[in-house]
Structures are given as structure tokens and as C-alpha cells.
């Protein structure tokens, strides 16, 4: 079982349509994060929460709205997405922030038609 | 402006040589790197780190080497095997609030059997 699970793998979805997008992480870690991976482009930081509060929100559209119920899970809700929205997202966790490695789930393959 | 920069999108190495992935820096209070391995399909999986009081730091087959003045820094395999292919990142903690990771784009290493 891998350590920060996420759900689904795949979505393909119209512009008007409303997902969520969920993690999930087994390690006991206090901080998660949410990262899009555009092609030829850095991992994109987009949210960080850290016991279970919103720390950082790095500029990301109001079309994504997360939510962190508590330190395990961490939701992303999708609403009239853009087709430049498509991407891999991808979870992490860690313990503690910073310096801390992150601990990677496998990324929610994201098509927008 | 990024502040990581993987100068070389590829890298194509024999088995059993050595494979040399850079990576460069503009921000010189970056003082932690660590270097991600990411398998397609896959979320990056942490590899090693190296805090900026270490120029050398070395886990089996990996090593990492920082060069503070020059702002660089270099991941060695060695002896590298084909299972190791796979696309590297370089990351270092921003030293802001939250201390989120900045991460290059990534070098695909490919290494032929």
C-alpha cells in the first residue's frame, strides 16, 4: 500500500462539469499539499495545508477549491474548468513543512473537453 | 523567473557508467536540496537531500554534490542501472512562511542496457 493515495487516476471531464479530486495519506504526516504538473513545466505548488489549515494558496483561480477535513485527507473540487487545466495533480504530505521530504502520491491525470 | 533550473531536458547513459544530472540555483539563501526520482505513471519519490553545510553526501549508488558559490549542484549514479531511468528533479525549500519546495523541470535520464 502506498503511503499517500489518490483518487481517481484518470478524469476526463467537460468545462461545466463539477469533480472532486481526493488524497488520502497513511503516514501519520501533519502537512499536505496540492501540485499541478503542466507539460515541460516545474511542479506547480498550488496549496498547502498544514494540521489541517490552509498556509499557503500560491495565486490558484477560484475554479479550484480545496479541502482538508482533517490531517489524513485533502480534497480538490473542480468547477468550470479551463482547458489549460488539464494536467497531473498530484498530493503530498509530509512532517512538517519545509526541509521535510514530501512523500508523493501518483498524480489524478486531468483531461478538460 | 525560476529559481531551479535542469538545464538539460535529457540524458542517455550506458549501464554501468556514470550518469551526471546538474542542477543550478539563482537564490543563494537556498540552504536544503533534495533530489525527486519519477517514474511515468508514478508520483516522485524523494531520493536524497543535502543541507547547504555539506558539500558531498553520498547513499549507495547516489551522490549528491553542492557547490555553493557556484550555485550548483550535481546528482552522481554510480554505477547506473537500467531500472534507474526515469526523469529527476531538483528541489529546494523557498525559506518563505510556509518554505515550499521549488522544483526545476526535471532531466529524463535514460539509461541503456
Known amino acids: 500500500e502506498t503511503g499517500v493515495t489518490q483518487t481517481p487516476r484518470h478524469l476526463v471531464m467537460g468545462m461545466t462539469n463539477k469533480k472532486s479530486l481526493k488524497c488520502e495519506q497513511h503516514l501519520g504526516h501533519n502537512a499536505m499539499y496540492w501540485y499541478k504538473q503542466s507539460a515541460k513545466k516545474p511542479l506547480e505548488l498550488m496549496f498547502v495545508y498544514n494540521f489541517k489549515e490552509q498556509t499557503e494558496n500560491n495565486s490558484v483561480p477560484s475554479r479550484f477549491s480545496p479541502e482538508c477535513p482533517n490531517s489524513s485527507h485533502l480534497f480538490l473540487h473542480l468547477h468550470t474548468l479551463q482547458p489549460e487545466d488539464s494536467a497531473l495533480y498530484l498530493c503530498a504530505s509530509s512532517q512538517g513543512q519545509g526541509s521535510q521530504p514530501q512523500h508523493f502520491g501518483d498524480g489524478t491525470r486531468l483531461s478538460i473537453l | 523567473d525560476q529559481q531551479v533550473k535542469q538545464n538539460s531536458p535529457s540524458l542517455s547513459v550506458q549501464e554501468g557508467r556514470i550518469s551526471i544530472l546538474n542542477c543550478d540555483y539563482t537564490n543563494s539563501m537556498f540552504d536544503y536540496f533534495l533530489w525527486y526520482k519519477k517514474y511515468p505513471a508514478e508520483g516522485p519519490t524523494f531520493l536524497i537531500s543535502i543541507s547547504s553545510i555539506k558539500d558531498k553526501n553520498e547513499d549507495g549508488r547516489f551522490t549528491v554534490f553542492l557547490n555553493k558559490s557556484a550555485k550548483h549542484l550535481s546528482l552522481h549514479i554510480v554505477p547506473s542501472q537500467p531500472g534507474d531511468s526515469a526523469v529527476y528533479f531538483c528541489?529546494?525549500?523557498?525559506?518563505?512562511?510556509?518554505?515550499?519546495?521549488?522544483f526545476g523541470t526535471g532531466t529524463l535520464l535514460a539509461v541503456q542496457p
Open positions: 528541489a529546494a525549500p523557498d525559506g518563505g512562511a510556509t518554505n515550499k519546495l521549488i
